[in-house]
């Protein structure tokens, strides 16, 4: 039985006592509302698509007993039963309720007595369930109530042998956090799967133990949250905060979160011709679709630069300039002024509230091209400050492999740069080593958190960094280390003083004569500083064969228990990568190692 108003309720026409209405219908336009509810309420049922649904209301209805056309109590209600063949769910909706009970239960002008009653019974007495404000005086109020927190509504899931409902079940089993991962720049916009939200409620998210930030209540089951700025990559926790109109914690969730570092970072504001960005004029286009920009039809765009204080920690510094631009235009000119710092450049929502990080999307980190005068000065700065770290040794790294066929080989102790390698579908691959068609990095930071870059050129050889735009020791891996940004402190301190001190200089690639002798040192500086690329003492992953009773022959690489496998001939068992590299799958043949 279903009953959303057990009562004694008098539907006979003698005195005009309401109407009770019915129908089963397949109109598609209600089927399209109730599979949206349903999805809404139940988001493990994200596939339910409603077939049919039931739909009985009483409208104006007095209480059994009343005698009067226009001077007794009435209640307005309905009960929807919605199916898709295999799940059904009812809701109860309350219009106006002013009687809860009827002469025959005791009742008086409609109200005492045994109140009605609201809830399900399987007639087997075991299997039942009752609002809580069933039979009680209190239900006279239930207009005014809800599971989902919408005064007058109520859902449930009948399918089972327990009655469920979305606010004390469902969201136990389904806390999710869409996108689950973003950028490291933050201002991605979030949504979050909560236990139903009251429209009073008030919401506060920390992040990884930040600051706390305000986020918005998007609907009885989600809320939008902004990500503020990281100084990490990797997996952290968004702590939620759930207030009451008294500001009374009523609950807290915890859900995970992956930073991605800059380098691995979808761009979705893009720099036209990004090469070499000088002081002037520029265009930009950005995703006019991204979800960030959405609340609103115009968009800001901002320049951050990273500068350095006198303690060495490095922030970000944001500038106006542009602001009110329409985000359809997908385009805009900009203007940078000379500067000296890392630069990004951010699209944001003309919408800014108030506690909440600016809500945007990236261009990628770049450098102001400098001119040859500054390029020099920038480079002396440099030295300066350098020579307060201590040298960096190549003896305490792993030597880069000598061929680019090693460097893909030795997966082990090597990976590739995301900005510069031979697998890339980005545009300006390689733009900070011009010379080079793939480079690879050591797979994780070495001692302090340097790093060892290997750059190779269209002959797949190793790039000598005298002679051309390849590799060095780096001070900073990319992936960050410990106390170290991630990827920040490898441009500041490694890539940006490339460009300074020898592309921006033009002293030595392809014989080109520098302007004046004293600009002619600033790139063996930094070379000798940061100590060129090569392969001396490297040992590459020991070569082995093994055959099998002649009708297998695998000639396999060996380094630290990983077996790298190439096949002289083919069986059926092995499995190819695109240049005949073996990502192998022997399904009979066990290597020993």
């Known amino acids: 039985m279903i009953s959303p108003f057990w009562a004694d309720a008098d539907t006979t026409p003698l005195y005009g006592n309401g109407t009770v209405w019915y129908r089963i219908t397949t109109n598609e336009t209600i089927k399209q509302r109730a599979t949206s509810d349903v999805n809404t309420y139940f988001p493990r049922f994200k596939d339910f698509q409603a077939s049919w649904i039931l739909i009985a209301t009483w409208q104006n209805v007095h209480y059994y007993g009343c005698r009067s056309r226009s001077g007794c109590l009435r209640n307005n209600f309905q009960a929807v039963v919605i199916s898709n063949g295999h799940h059904s769910i009812v809701m109860f909706n309350y219009g106006n309720i002013e009687w809860t009970t009827g002469r025959a239960s005791g009742g008086t002008a409609g109200l005492g007595g045994f109140p009605a009653q609201v809830g399900f019974n399987a007639g087997d007495e075991v299997r039942f369930f009752k609002v809580n404000v069933g039979l009680t005086p209190d239900v006279v109020n ?3 109530m ?8 109520f859902i449930f899931g009948v399918d089972k042998t327990e009655v469920i409902q979305p606010c004390a079940v469902e969201l136990r089993e389904n806390q999710a956090i869409n996108p689950n991962s973003g950028p490291m720049l933050g201002g991605q916009q979030i949504t979050i799967s909560t236990p139903c939200i009251g429209p009073s409620a008030t919401i506060m998210a920390s992040f990884s133990g930040s600051s706390k930030y305000v986020c918005e ?4 089951l989600s809320i939008v949250c902004i990500t503020p700025a990281f100084n990490t990559t990797g997996e952290i926790i968004i702590d939620v905060e759930i207030k009451d109109q008294d500001q009374t914690i009523t609950r807290t969730l915890q859900y995970s979160y992956i930073v991605l570092n800059i380098a691995d970072s979808k761009q979705r504001v893009f720099r036209q011709d990004p090469e070499d960005w000088f002081s002037g004029y520029h265009n930009i286009s950005w995703d006019r679709d991204a979800a960030e920009l959405q609340n609103n039809d115009m968009v800001d765009i901002y320049l951050f630069s990273l500068i350095e204080d006198t303690d060495g920690h490095l922030s970000w510094e944001s500038q106006l300039l542009q602001e009110g631009v329409e985000r359809s235009a997908e385009w805009a000119e900009i203007y940078l002024e000379e500067q000296k710092y890392v630069l990004a450049i951010m699209v944001t929502s003309a919408t ?12 990628d980190v770049f450098p102001l091209a400098l001119q040859q005068e500054e390029a020099h000065l920038s480079c002396v700065d440099w030295f300066k400050k350098d020579f307060k770290f201590p040298p960096l040794l190549r003896n305490r790294v792993q030597p880069c492999p000598c061929t680019l066929d090693q460097a893909l080989l030795d997966g082990v102790r090597f990976q590739p740069d995301p900005s510069c390698n031979m697998f890339s579908q980005q ?9 080079a068609k793939h480079c690879v990095h050591l797979l994780s930071f070495g001692p302090n958190g340097m790093d060892n870059m290997c750059c190779y050129d269209n002959d797949d050889k190793l790039i000598d960094s005298r002679y051309g735009e390849g590799g060095t020791l780096q001070r900073y891996h990319y992936l960050g280390g410990q106390d170290v940004q991630p990827f920040i402190a490898n441009f500041y301190y490694d890539v940006l003083p490339f460009l300074y001190c020898c592309r921006y200089s033009k002293h030595y690639l392809q014989g080109i004569k520098p302007k004046s002798s004293r600009f002619s040192s600033t790139c063996p500086r930094y070379i000798q ?3 060129k690329s090569t392969c001396v003492h490297y040992k590459p992953p020991r070569p082995g064969k093994y055959n099998v009773e002649g009708a297998l022959a695998v000639n396999y690489l060996l380094f630290c228990g990983r077996v790298i496998v190439r096949c002289t001939c083919h069986n059926g068992n092995i499995l190819y990568n695109y240049d005949g590299v073996l990502i192998f799958q022997l399904l009979l043949l066990e290597i020993p190692i």
Do not use: A, F, H, M
Not at 146 to 153: A, C, E
Not at 427 to 435: A, E, P, V
């Open 142 to 144: 239930i207009d005014e």
């Open 146 to 153: 809800s599971n989902v927190g919408i005064p007058g509504v």
């Open 217 to 220: 209540r998007e609907s009885l």
């Open 352 to 363: 800014v509230k108030n506690d909440q990080p600016r809500r945007g999307i990236w261009s």
């Open 427 to 435: 545009t300006g691959n390689c733009l900070y080593r011009k010379d």
């Open 529 to 531: 500083r940061r100590q």
